[in-house]
C-alpha cells in the first residue's frame, strides 16, 4: 500500500523517466541506421569476399573491420588495389570503388577493392557541419541509399584524443585529431590506437598479397591547392606523369603533385616506405566539403552546384574551373574511373609481366552522357 | 580499459539524475533531470 502511494507520488517522476527512455530509443534507431552498410549488388565475375581480419586478426568483430573484394582473370598478371572510403566524408572515392564493384570483369591478373577502408569513419557524421546523413540514387536496381560519413575514426572506437597526436614511427607533431585520419596513420603497428591497427592491417593486406600499383581516392574542397590531381611517388611518378599527359589529350586535366619525404602517415608515402606497390593517390574537388558553401544537404553531395562557390569562381580563388554546371558526383566519379584506367593501362604497358586487363567499366564520357545511375 | 572507467563513471551520472528525477520537488526540475538522462544512456550503451 506504502508502496502504491509513493508511485502515485512519484507519478510525474515516472512519467519522465518514460519519456527520456522512449526519445533514447528514438534517437539510438537514427544512430544505429548509421552502423548499417548499403547493400551491394557485386558483378559477378566477383572471385571473393576477404576481410581485413584476415591480415589482423584484433580487428574481427570490430568497427574497423571490412571487406576486400577480389577480382581474379582468367590469365595470371599483375595485383592491383583500390581503396575508397579512407575518408567518408569524400563520396567519390567509394562511389568509385562501389561502382566498380558492381560492374568491373577482370580478364588479367587481381583486382582488390576495398571500398570501406575506414569502416568506422562511415558510422558517425562530423559535428557542427550540418552534413546529410545519407544521399539516394534511383539506379537500375532501384532506389539506392549510401551513407555520407566522417574524416575520422568515430570515437565510440577511439578516444580520447591528445592534445599533439605522435605519428609512429617518425614522431612527426599533429593536430590531435589527426590521430583518428586513417591518412594520417600508416603504417600504424599492431598494438596501437584503433586507427593505426586499421592502418597496419592495409600495410600488412599489401604486403602478404603482393600489390603491384595501389591506389587511394580521395575529393578536397574546390578551394583546396590539391584537386584534380594524382600524388605519386619516387616509385610511381613515371607512370603518373604519363597517365597526366593522355588524360590531357581527353581534356581531363589532373595537376601532378609529389608524395612530400617529410609528411608522414600518408598512404602515399608509407606505402612507398613500407611495401613494393607503387602508390597513387587521386583527388577531385567537393564543394560540400569546402567552407564556402552556402546551404549543405544531400543535393549538394550530387550536384556540386553551390551559388557562393560560383561567386568565389568569378573572384579567382578556386583551384578548379567552376561554372554554373556545378561538380556532379558523376563528374567526380568518372574522372577517378578514367584515371585509375588509364594508370592501370600504362602500368600494364611498362611491366607487360605483370599486366592487369580491366574491362567493363565505363569511360569519363559514357559517364557523362549516361549518368552515374545507369551503373548503380 | 580507459573505455570501462570512462563507462563507470556516465553510469555513476545515470544513477545521480535517475535519483534526482525521483527527489526534485519541481515537475520542471524532474523533467529536466529526465531529459538530461538522454545523452548520458546513449553514451552508456555505446550509441552516440
Known sequence: MKSFLKLKKNWFALLSILIAAAASWGVSLQFRQMLAREKLFPAPSLTQVLHLHDYHPALKGTHGDTKIYRFEGKEPGGKVLLLGGTHPNEPAGYMSAYLMIENVQVARGTLYIIPRANNSAFTHTDPQEGNPQFFTIRGKKGLRKFRYGSRDTNPIDQWPDPDIYLHYPSGQELAGNETRNLNRNYPGRPDGTFTEQVAYAIVKFIQSEKIDLAFDLHEASPEYPVVNAIVSSESSQDIATEAALELAFEDLHYSLEPSPYNFRGLSHREWENYTDALPILMETANPIQGRLRGKTDARLILTGWDKMYLKAAKLGVLSVPYDSSGLPLKVRVGRHIEAFQKIVEIFSRDHPDKAVRILNLPSYSELMEKGIEEFF | ?48
Open chain 2, 1 to 48: 580499459m580507459l573505455t570501462i572507467i570512462y563507462r563507470i563513471i556516465v553510469l555513476f551520472f545515470v544513477v545521480l539524475l535517475l535519483y534526482d528525477v525521483f527527489k526534485e520537488k519541481k515537475k520542471t526540475l524532474q523533467l529536466t533531470a529526465a531529459i538530461s538522462l538522454i545523452p548520458f544512456v546513449l553514451r552508456l550503451l555505446m550509441i552516440k
